[in-house]
């Protein structure tokens, strides 16, 4: 059976945060400027942001403040995986002269409490009281839509002008029979853990489950890897992709791929691969094969919302087939991230309080896999641009080329760029590497304000360090610009001023 949340002194300052023991609802308003359904990512800041600019607001949250993110998302995770990443850099320490350290002196309750008393403090940011003292109106129960203006709330009924539905997604039933829920683990309480299970097998490899596989592994469980798809990260540049396998790998990561599953039960899963049929058992399973968005029991027919099933229908101005309320975050986005809720959020603001006209599709939105070396992209892949009949012309530049990169000894990986052929347009960039998620990040800014890859080049960075490699790939494009005449036209020019 899957173990309950630790009850210490973190779980009582996390529920202390945001969702307050006693708490009481407040007597609603005559009428809200704006209702929010969720208080996770884009819940809150949207209640936060409405709120700051004098609006009235009612924040409806059913389980507590923070969402996914902050209780079983990218708070908790990440700081599982610095943990791992540490012992990582242990074991490779004898290769910068420094001694080396064993997984003997890991002591997983400690990672995992570590994580707890993290994930407490950084809820402070997002408490109940908090919001309460913006006044916003903070209301816990189960929300549900009485009518198009109005919902019910526990023994309340809220009437607004606008409403947002922020409820976030869940982790997917994987669909294999025998395999129950309950008796299997999701990104929702794989941190209840205290004692680390020796073997472990990991269901999906898209970022969840690439990076929690890797975690588990280099803390020291024995880690089984199985996905149905023959390659990992399946939705990126299959040369990135291929150099996170291979650190994988040699992590000791098993990877069973390209499979197809039997069934399951509470102790293994069975699937058959090249023809044969093979079963793993383990101590744990973790399920990592995508979300669910929470739209169950909120009577979206009486509010005249439909969804579809990836989630609630919004046109490109996040409103739902009732004008008057909107969607923002993972009940209803593709881009399924703590950032892309949070500029949704934004957008649904203006859109919703003050008649805005921004359009979801113009925003940039990078994301990046959290594995040791990191994958982030942005844009398209080559792949995409080819579906799409785009002509792009590719550049690219390893780290081993980038002098940071080669004295730090971590070499491995690259920055690639991918331009409208003709052009210096940017349509999609991907960095695989130690922190490819910070380096992206200036190739995020080229295409959201416009500014082509030749531009790049006269940037001036600091040197050494990793976004040199940015530099590189700009000169690689201006390179392509010197052609034989040109070439010949300054070499012309030059005898002449001799």
């Known amino acids: 059976m899957i173990p309950p949340e630790p009850q210490d002194r973190h779980a009582e300052a996390l529920s202390r945060w945001t969702r307050p023991l006693g708490w009481r609802n407040p007597t609603p308003a005559k009428r809200y400027n704006l209702v929010v359904i969720g208080a996770g990512p884009a819940g809150l800041v949207c209640a936060a942001g409405a709120a700051g600019l004098g609006a009235k607001v009612a924040l409806i949250e059913k389980y507590r403040l923070g969402g996914d993110c902050l209780h079983f998302g990218c708070v908790p995770s990440k700081a599982f995986l610095r943990s791992a990443r540490f012992v990582a850099e242990a074991k490779a320490a004898s290769e910068l002269g420094v001694a080396n350290h ?26 109940a009281e908090r919001f309460a003292d913006m006044g916003i109106d903070v209301f816990f129960g189960a929300a549900r839509f009485a009518g198009p203006e109005t919902l019910a709330v526990a ?3 809220l009437h607004f002008a606008r409403a947002v539905i922020a409820t976030g997604a869940r982790p997917a039933d994987p669909g294999l029979p025998g395999l129950e829920h309950g008796k299997y683990f999701t990104n929702e309480t794989i941190f209840n853990l205290t004692e680390q299970p020796k073997r472990l097998i990991v269901i999906g490899a898209g970022a969840v489950g690439c990076e929690l596989a890797q ?14 798809s023959p390659r990992i990260l399946s939705r990126e540049e299959p040369d990135a992709a291929e150099i996170v396998l291979q650190q994988l790998r040699r992590d000791g990561i098993a990877l069973h791929l390209g499979v197809h599953l039997l069934d399951g039960h509470g102790g293994g899963v069975r699937f058959e691969q090249h023809g044969k049929t093979i079963s793993l058992d383990a101590e744990a399973i973790l399920v990592a094969t995508g979300r669910t968005p929470n739209v169950e029991n909120l009577n979206l027919r009486a509010a005249n919302v439909e969804h579809a099933e990836k989630g609630i229908v919004v046109d ?9 309320i909107f969607a923002a975050g993972d009940v209803c986005a593709k881009q399924q991230y703590t950032h892309a809720a949070d500029a949704m959020a934004r957008i ?18 990078p994301h990046c896999t959290y594995t040791d070396p990191e994958l982030a992209s942005v844009g398209m892949t080559a792949s995409q641009a080819a579906e799409r009949r785009i002509p792009i012309q590719t550049f690219q530049i390893p780290f081993d080329e980038v002098d940071r990169a080669v004295v730090d000894s971590e070499r491995e990986g690259f920055c690639q ?3 409208r052929r003709g052009t210096d347009r940017i349509v ?8 490819a998620g910070e380096t992206i990040g200036e190739l995020v800014l080229a295409m959201a304000k416009r500014v082509g890859l030749g531009s790049l080049a006269s940037v001036v960075r600091a040197y050494p360090t990793r976004s040199n490699v940015i530099s590189k790939v700009a000169d690689a494009y201006q390179r392509t610009r010197l052609t034989p005449f040109r070439q010949r036209l300054l070499a012309a020019l030059l005898r002449w001023r001799r």
Do not use: Q
């Open 316 to 324: 490109d101005f996040l409103r739902t087939t009732n004008s008057r």
């Open 155 to 157: 023994e309340s009924e």
């Open 102 to 127: 064993s997984k003997k002196d890991i002591d997983f309750s400690a990672v995992m409490e570590r994580l707890r008393r993290l994930r407490a403090d950084v809820a402070k940011v997002d408490a």
């Open 348 to 365: 649904v603001l203006r859109n919703a309080l003050f008649f805005g006209r921004e359009r979801w599709s113009n925003v940039v939105v």
């Open 417 to 419: 760029v991918h331009v």
């Open 428 to 435: 999609g960039a991907t960095v695989v590497g130690k922190h």
């Open 215 to 228: 975690a588990f592994a280099r803390l020291g469980s024995e880690v089984h890897l199985v996905n149905r």
